[in-house]
């Protein structure tokens, strides 16, 4: 057996090694077995599936559940709000949900996404309204796609309850923590449209203060 090949099978018999990595190693290590010579394009990436695979990738897989639920965890759940969602992380964000370690390598991933970096500064924003203020939708609301109903309601009352916040405004009930948005101005409100009976959830970026 050469060198390479046990660098290989060092890094197939670590637990850190999984999914498309073990894939790829494993055929690397059948195509060296017939005899056959890799590619420069091959042999760049597996020197670099091997050094995600090594030692000291072992060791931070072996810490990662302790080090996810003091370091991470409660960012996670905030990312897992937004990412539920959306489709690409969708599947990891429900695990999360369900209080699930996610796989190191893939959370990180999402957790370093543009995208959540906004969400995580979004959350972190210091609200602009609180509970009580009397706020009215700005020009850039639309009634069709910038409002939510906190529970399931015919269309009749649903269009019923927007005309009356697009009319005469609303007062806030409360802050809400979930992040659906990584625009600024993506913190979310609860307000009840004078009139109404039912709230409607709004983002701050589509909100004023009504004088």
């Known amino acids: 057996m050469t060198e390479l090949q046990r660098h290989i099978e060092a890094a197939l018999s670590r637990s850190v090694c999984g999914g498309w990595d073990r894939g790829f190693l494993e055929s690397v290590l059948e195509q060296i077995a017939k005899g056959k010579t890799l590619t420069v394009k091959q042999k760049q990436t597996l020197g670099k599936v091997l050094a995600r695979n090594d030692k000291a990738a072992q060791t931070l897989h072996d810490n990662w559940s302790s080090v996810y639920e003091t370091e991470y965890k409660q960012s996670a759940l905030v990312l897992a709000a937004y990412h539920t969602h959306q489709p690409y992380y969708k599947p990891m964000a429900a695990d999360i ?7 190191r390598g893939k959370f990180l991933r999402m957790y370093e996404n543009k995208y959540s970096k ?27 796609r910038h409002v939510e109903q906190p529970t399931q309601i015919a269309w009749p009352t ?8 697009l009319k005469r405004g609303g007062f806030i009930l409360s802050v809400l923590a979930d ?5 600024k101005g993506a913190k979310r409100y609860k307000i009840l449209p004078v009139g109404a009976t039912m709230p409607v959830i709004v983002e701050e970026r589509f909100i004023k203060i009504s004088r």
């Open 118 to 144: 906004k969400v995580l500064l979004q959350h972190a924003a210091t609200p602009k309204y609180k509970a009580g203020d009397y706020v009215r939708p700005r020009s850039s609301f639309d009634p069709y």
């Open 97 to 103: 949900l369900a209080n699930k370690v996610p796989e």
């Open 179 to 183: 992040i659906r948005s990584c625009a």
């Open 158 to 165: 649903q269009n019923s309850v927007t005309k009356n916040f």
